[in-house]
T-cell receptor
């Protein structure tokens, strides 16, 4: 079992839909959880960052972490065509510089 | 520019040749990472530099891969005797170690080098 599992999709939704993206993981030592967005032919950019369990909201984006279930989610409300990209979850054990472990990414397409 | 710069953006090489990929991190960023992204795969960690500490090379897939970071700034990833399975996008990222926030809170990625080994 890989450390981080993420459904690659593709996921296609109409504009305005609520999108749910998810990752599961096996390493209970992970404490820092991130979501990156990657447009075609570009490097990933950080969207959301969460420490330990709980929710975090930023505009149309909400990140949730459930450490008991080893499950994290990213919700996108009122999705826009500009949200079409690949979304990668990432996580790490500590803040001391341990490299992030990434999921494979989910490709999202939002149609107008 | 203000972002992470990688060169070349595309590299086509023949099997068995050596290649060098360059990364210019954001000025002042102390941490530098190399990742590899293959088609349908997530980002695979290769190597990590932090300040003057010994690099974390635990992700390098074989001894054909090596990396240097000169003067705490520019980094070069070298792949010797390239193989077809080395074909991938090689991404570099840098981050700033903030005093009151986690080191890896925000990685800034370059656009990557697309390596194709024929």
């Amino acid at each position: 079992q890989k450390e981080v599992e993420q459904d690659p999709g593709p996921l296609s939704v109409p504009e305005g839909a609520i999108v749910s993206l998810n990752c599961t993981y096996s390493n209970s030592a992970f404490q820092y959880f991130m979501w990156y967005r990657q447009y075609s032919r570009k490097g990933p950019e950080l969207l959301m960052y969460t420490y330990s369990s709980g929710n975090k909201e930023d505009g149309r984006f909400t990140a949730q972490v459930d450490k008991s279930s080893k499950y994290i989610s990213l919700f996108i409300r009122d999705s826009q065509p500009s949200d079409s990209a690949t979304y990668l979850c990432a996580m790490s054990e500590d803040q001391a510089g341990t490299a992030l472990i990434f999921g494979k990414g989910t490709t999202l397409s939002v149609s107008s | 520019g203000a972002g992470v710069s990688q060169s070349p953006s595309n590299k086509v090489t023949e099997k068995g040749k050596d290649v060098e990929l360059r990364c210019d991190p954001i000025s002042g960023h102390t941490a530098l990472y190399w990742y590899r992204q293959s088609l349908g795969q997530g980002l695979e960690f290769l190597i990590y530099f932090q300040g003057n500490s010994a690099p974390d090379k635990s992700g390098l897939p074989s001894d054909r891969f090596s990396a240097e970071r000169t003067g705490g700034s520019v980094s070069t990833l070298t792949i010797q005797r390239t193989q077809q399975e080395d074909s991938a996008v090689y991404l570099c990222a840098s981050s700033l170690k903030g005093r009151d926030r986690p080191l890896n809170e925000k990685l800034f990625f370059g656009s990557g080098t697309q390596l194709s080994v024929l």
